[in-house]
């Protein structure tokens, strides 16, 4: 069974700044089945990427992903106001895994 | 418009049932699989089950198999998880989660959520 590892827990960075967030896996992830969601307090958690590095339909081209095998990255290029929430990765694979989560909060 | 909205958490005892409702609209239901994902408080993520659109196949996380079900009734655009020995760590919001199209894959749309508090 494969364990998601984020990091780091919480993001501390300025509006306007990049910010880089990791997700890495147990085992190497076959055909990069790893999507990024991003979860506002509240709310309905967002599909960001799929497939390691395709946007959903209607997301900003500020967000990005990229990786393969075992270690995975969502880039927020200018971070905006509404982007100071929480980030989940997951591996839909057989048995679906999520990572812990990464806050990224205001500085 | 996609949308999901779930129903049916409450306050419940250990022990107890509990039977959740997502009804959806907006696409053709049983073209697609749909999950349960559970929040515990302070917590992360947490797939609990998937039903594929037919509802022939049905998949469950280890710590509910046995005693969570999923369904789903095509006619009525909704799934159900009927939660039997419901235990303290079950408390929760449970959301459900539209798959993109089958079983293995990522959720593209989710509902609001449905708090359920195991407590006595």
């Known amino acids: 069974e494969i364990v998601l590892t984020q990091s780091p827990g919480t993001l501390s960075l300025s509006p306007g700044e990049r910010a880089t967030l990791s997700c890495r896996a147990s085992?190497?992830?076959?055909?990069?089945?790893l999507a990024w969601y991003q979860h506002k307090p509240g709310q309905a958690p967002r599909l960001l990427i799929y497939?390691?590095?395709i946007r959903a339909t209607g997301v900003p081209d500020r967000f990005s992903g990229s990786g393969s095998g075992t270690d995975f990255t969502l880039t927020i290029s200018r971070l905006e106001p509404e982007d100071f929430v929480v980030y989940y990765c997951?591996?839909?694979?057989?048995?679906?895994?999520f990572g812990q989560g990464t806050k990224v909060e205001i500085k | 418009e996609v949308q999901l909205l779930e129903s049916g958490g409450g306050l419940v005892q250990p022990g107890g049932s509990l039977r959740l409702s997502c009804v959806v609209s907006?696409?053709?239901?049983?073209?697609?699989?749909m999950n349960w994902v559970r929040q515990a408080p302070g917590k992360g993520l947490d797939w609990v089950s998937v039903?594929?659109?037919?509802?022939?196949?049905?998949y469950y996380a280890a710590s509910v198999k046995g005693r969570f079900t999923i369904s789903r009734d095509n006619s009525k655009n909704t799934v159900y998880l009927q939660m039997n020995s419901l235990r303290a760590e079950d408390t929760a919001v449970y959301y459900c989660?539209?798959?993109?199209?089958?079983?293995?894959?990522?959720?593209?749309?989710w509902g609001q959520g449905t708090l359920v508090t195991v407590s006595s």
């Open positions: 989660a539209k798959s993109r199209r089958y079983v293995a894959e990522f959720f593209d749309y």
């Open positions: 907006g696409f053709t239901f049983n073209n697609y699989a």
């Open positions: 039903i594929s659109g037919s509802g022939g196949n049905t």
């Open positions: 085992q190497s992830i076959s055909n990069n089945y």
């Open positions: 497939d390691a590095s």
């Open positions: 997951h591996h839909y694979g057989s048995t679906p895994k």
